[in-house]
């Protein structure tokens, strides 16, 4: 089976996030003071073929422990979607 995999890889909480720091600080000259907070990462997603939904969940983790994701700074969620 065919699976495509929605992947969010954003800065850990208790770290600085840099570039969303600079986003909300614009957000102030753009007319935006209520925005705050912002906190920039990635989204990936990838196409998965395996046997079953759970083979295909334990592959998606591996290659975000692996590749996609750096633990030590970042956390990482994803979803399989079966097409």
């Known amino acids: 089976m065919n699976y495509r995999a929605e992947i969010d890889v954003m800065p850990l909480k ?3 996030d840099p570039q969303g720091k600079a986003v909300t600080g614009s957000m102030k000259n ?3 003071p209520e925005i705050q907070n912002v906190r920039i990462g990635k ?3 990838l196409e998965i073929e395996a046997s079953t939904k759970e ?3 334990s592959k998606v983790d ?3 422990k692996k590749l996609l994701a750096n ?3 970042e ?3 994803f979803e ?3 097409i």
């Open 14 to 16: 208790a770290l600085l």
């Open 30 to 32: 753009l007319g935006l």
């Open 43 to 45: 989204h990936i997603t």
């Open 55 to 57: 083979m295909a969940n």
């Open 62 to 64: 591996e290659a975000c």
């Open 71 to 73: 633990q030590i700074m």
């Open 75 to 77: 956390s990482y969620v």
């Open 80 to 82: 399989l979607f079966e």
